[in-house]
């Protein structure tokens, strides 16, 4: 996941940077510091995030690419 799926993605879910966090277990920061890509993500952060939004129904493709493959309950 690059930092622009990671804006992207929540993006489609209307997401501001703090409920990413909550749903990932990971602190606004770090959210924040990914996307403007001044760090990477620990790989517990990083599977955290994805499955925060694959839950949440996004799908990541492969051109860098995110979609929202259910609609809101």
Known sequence: MTP???????ALLRWDQA??????GVTRQTISSFERGARTLH????DGVEAAFI???VEF????GVILAKEEE
């Open 61 to 64: 493709v492969e051109n860098r």
């Open 19 to 24: 409920t990413l966090a909550e749903h990932a």
């Open 4 to 10: 622009e799926q990671c804006a992207a993605a929540r």
């Open 55 to 57: 839950a949440a129904g």
């Open 43 to 46: 790989p517990a952060s990083h």
